[in-house]
C-alpha cells in the first residue's frame, strides 16, 4: 500500500516539477526580453526606460526562487553530495531521511516568516513602479511552500526505494558501492 501511495506522490511532484520548471524557463526568457528592451531603447533609441532594471529584478528573483523546489525534487545540491561520498550505502538513507528533515524544516519556517514578509510588503511600494511590494515578496513563500512539498516528495521516493527523476542533472553517486 505505501509503495502505491509513494508512486502516486512521486507523479504528482513530477507534475509540479515540471510545471514550475516551464515558468521558470518563461520566467528567464521574459527577463532576457526586459533587458534586451531596455538596451535597444536605451543605446538605439535614447530614450531609455529606467523601469526595465527594476522589473526586470523581480522577474530574476521569482526565476530564481523558484528554481529551488526543482533542485529540491531532483536532489541536486552539490554540497550535500559531496556529504554522501564519505558514508556506506546503508548510512545514506537515514542520513539523507535526516537532512530532509531539516531542510523541511527550515523551509516550512521561510513559508511561514515570508508570508508574513509578503502581507508586510503589501504597504511597501516599489520605487519606480509604484506598485505593491507585495508580489516580489510573495516569492519567498511561494518558493518555499513548493520546497517543502518537494522535500517530501523526495524524502518519501527515497523511503520508498523509488528510482530517482529521469533527467536528472546531478552527478552519479559515487558512495552508491559498499565501503569496506
Excluded at 531603447?41 to 523558484?66: D, N, P
Excluded at 513602479?129 to 518519501?156: D, H, K, N, R, W
Excluded at 521516493?157 to 559515487?174: C, K, T, V
Aim: a positive charge; glycine letters at 8%.
Amino acid at each position: 500500500m505505501f509503495h502505491q501511495t509513494a508512486i502516486a506522490i512521486d507523479r504528482f511532484g513530477a507534475v509540479l516539477n515540471w510545471v514550475t520548471e516551464r515558468v521558470c524557463a518563461l520566467l528567464v526568457a521574459v527577463m532576457v526580453a526586459i533587458i534586451w528592451w531596455g538596451v535597444v531603447t536605451r543605446y538605439f533609441i535614447g530614450s531609455g526606460g529606467i523601469w526595465t532594471e527594476e522589473l526586470s529584478r523581480y522577474v530574476m528573483i521569482w526565476a530564481a526562487l523558484l528554481a529551488v523546489p526543482v533542485g529540491a525534487y531532483r536532489r541536486e545540491h552539490i554540497g550535500l553530495d559531496i556529504l554522501f561520498r564519505f558514508f556506506p550505502r546503508k548510512m545514506q538513507k537515514p542520513f539523507r531521511v535526516l537532512l530532509d528533515m531539516v531542510g523541511f524544516s527550515f523551509f516550512l519556517f521561510l513559508t511561514v516568516y515570508g508570508i508574513g514578509m509578503a502581507q508586510a510588503g503589501a504597504s511597501q511600494f516599489a520605487t519606480i513602479f509604484g506598485m505593491t511590494m507585495f508580489f516580489p515578496f510573495a516569492s519567498v513563500p511561494v518558493s518555499a511552500g513548493l520546497t517543502c512539498v518537494q522535500i517530501v516528495v523526495a524524502t518519501v521516493r527515497e523511503l520508498a526505494d523509488l528510482p530517482p527523476p529521469l533527467f536528472s542533472m546531478s552527478a552519479p553517486n559515487i558512495a552508491a558501492e559498499e565501503k569496506p
